[in-house]
């Protein structure tokens, strides 16, 4: 028989009640699929709806009063921030990534460090140095002979600047990872026809590298405002009114959790807007590479002046965004005597919240494998879309999911009071709302993107020859997930449930609105005592948050430089 008569042959028929038996299962995991994607967007569903809910006499009193700040400051938060993480992420990537410098080496994975800390814990740590009472002010009056505040003039730490300033400091590694993986991606040759063209390097990064790298620094930059859209410790400690703020006052101040509701549904709006725009801003265009050869990048080798400007420039973002605050963290440890790091109750916090942590990225993972892989075996329209819409809550700030994850659990919880009421003649109370499983819910709403998309991305990488063989050698898809897939997705998942495990740790306004009463994390609490001035005593949760938030920073700043293609074959 010829090669071509081989080639064109068709492959034996599958005996029909094994087909048969494939199909049902793969049905089988995508009604599973579509069951857990419905539960998990459900609160995004309710707190959507509220857009179409009938206003009332208190909302358009907050429309009147309150509600026309909270735009104008999440705007102006959402510029200010956006302006800093570009300058700050893109050109110290471009310098690490491109130049070498005294000290570059180790800039590539150190400016990464500010992502382990949560931008409350930067705003408590800058208020205790900078305020009045702080250190840097003492030590002014004391060198000037000032007597008071008021003979000197000092930019106020509590503002809408001092927010945008914090929230630049800890949200520019977005940028800095997008902008520097797209420069590691880029090709030798448009770098080099940009030279011969007599661009310089300078115009060579602005005309060329810049506008190639343009998606994946507006996803960072995405990213970013999203994490400033969600912030709650920063603006409330920094008296700045946002919608997180509002939201939270409306639920717990005027328990109103209706208009708590609709507010989020406008912040939904703000979110899908940036989403939008993100899109909008690429259009047509493309923006790949039309070569597949990929060299070794060139490296600027910067000496005098140059050198200790690009070293500076890059030293103050990781400086103020990480060494700083973290050495105030660490001093205030060890002024409060080790008494809250060896007392029980920082022992019940850290259980509390090693617990929370644990069983959400365990469960997280777990509903990522779900959904992937009925995405796998069926992949239609509506498997996406709902295992899409299950994933977007990462995108939505955690207040948001909070209100919408108590609207739905509350209405149960009378459902089932009624019932046992009549049932028994005994309510129940509420059994769901202000539990930890409430609570638990509520992070697996906001977190499940995180393991989604490092479950998705591993199950991508694994042949679909692998899917059948397993077939062939008579595994239904349970026992090939089972025996395959897992397997080969052991540091995906691994992976995927480290990333779950930090977020929740540095979670805070979910936390503060869902939690029972008299629970406790290492957030909360570092949140409580930074709201009644005990400064000092809250720096040993917050360093605790930080230290394990360093983990996935190291994994991902080696992940990072690594990715360039043909990195493993290069010298």
């Given at each position: 028989m010829s090669e071509t008569a081989l080639a064109t042959t068709p492959p034996p028929p599958v005996p029909s009640a094994w087909a048969g038996a494939v199909r049902r299962g793969a049905w089988g995991?995508?009604?599973?699929?579509?069951?857990?994607?419905?539960?998990?967007g459900l609160p995004v569903v309710t707190v959507g709806l509220n857009l179409f809910a009938p206003s009332t006499e208190l909302w358009r009193h907050l429309a009147s009063t309150v509600l026309p700040g909270y735009i104008a400051n999440s705007l102006?938060?959402?510029?200010?921030?956006?302006?800093g993480v570009v300058v700050g992420g893109v050109a110290s990537a471009w310098l690490?990534?491109?130049?070498?410098?005294?000290?570059?080496?180790?800039?590539e994975w150190a400016l990464l460090l500010p992502m382990a800390m949560p931008a409350y814990v930067v705003a408590y740590a800058y208020t205790g140095l900078l305020d009045v009472a702080g250190p840097v002010q003492s030590a002014l009056r004391t060198a000037f002979g000032w007597q008071s505040a008021a003979e000197y003039r000092f930019p106020e730490v509590r503002s809408l600047g001092g927010a945008i300033v914090v929230m630049s400091l800890v949200?520019?590694?977005?940028?800095?990872i997008m902008a520097r993986a797209a420069f590691l991606e880029q090709s030798v040759c448009v770098l080099e026809a940009a030279r011969v063209l007599g661009r310089g390097p300078w115009r060579a990064f602005r005309q060329v590298a810049l506008p190639l790298a343009r998606p994946a620094i507006a996803g960072g930059v995405a990213l970013a405002l999203m994490e400033t859209l969600n912030d709650f410790g920063t603006v409330q400690y920094f008296a700045v009114d946002t919608f997180t703020t509002g939201i939270y006052r409306t639920w717990i101040g005027l328990g109103e959790p209706a208009m708590a509701a609709q507010l989020g549904a406008l912040l939904m709006l703000f979110v899908l807007a940036?989403?939008?725009?993100?899109?909008l801003s690429r259009r047509a265009a493309r923006f790949h590479h039309t070569t597949g050869r990929y060299r070794s990048l060139p490296e600027l080798r910067l000496r005098g002046g140059k050198a200790l400007l690009a070293l500076l420039?890059?030293?103050?973002?990781?400086?103020?965004?990480?060494a700083v605050p973290g050495g105030v963290l660490a001093w205030w440890a060890v002024e409060a005597g080790g008494s809250m790091l060896l007392g029980g109750e920082f022992w019940t916090l850290a259980a509390n919240t090693l617990t929370l942590a644990t069983v959400t990225g365990l469960l997280a993972v777990a509903l990522a494998v779900v959904l992937g892989y009925a995405r796998r075996l069926h992949p239609s329209a509506l498997v996406q879309g709902t295992s899409r819409l299950a994933a977007m809550g990462y995108a939505i700030p955690g207040s948001v999911i909070a209100v919408g994850t108590l609207v739905p659990l509350a209405a149960l919880d009378h459902a089932l009071s009624a019932l046992l009421r009549d049932r028994f003649g005994w309510s129940g109370g509420m059994l769901l709302t202000?539990?930890?499983a409430a609570l638990v819910y509520a992070y697996l709403v906001r977190f499940l993107a995180v393991s989604f998309n490092g479950v998705e991305a591993g199950l991508a990488k694994i042949s679909p020859s692998m899917d059948a063989a397993a077939r062939t050698l008579g595994q239904r898809p349970a026992g090939a997930l089972r025996r395959v897939h897992l397997p080969i997705l052991r540091g995906s998942l691994l992976s995927a449930a480290l990333l779950v495990f930090v977020e929740v740790m540095k979670e805070l306004p979910a936390t503060l609105i869902v939690r029972p009463f008299n629970f406790d994390t290492l957030a909360t609490r570092t949140y409580t005592l930074a709201s009644d001035e005990r400064l000092a005593e809250a720096g040993a949760p917050a360093l605790a948050i930080v230290l394990v938030g360093l983990i996935p920073v190291m994994l991902l700043s080696r992940a990072i430089a690594r990715s360039r293609p043909g990195a493993a074959v290069l010298p």
């Open positions: 995991w995508t009604a599973l699929a579509l069951g857990c994607a419905a539960l998990v102006w938060l959402m510029l200010g921030v956006g302006f690490v990534t491109m130049c070498r410098f005294p000290g570059s080496r180790t800039l949200f520019y590694p977005y940028v800095y940036l989403l939008v725009m993100d899109r420039f890059c030293l103050v973002p990781m400086a103020f965004g990480f202000g539990s930890v």
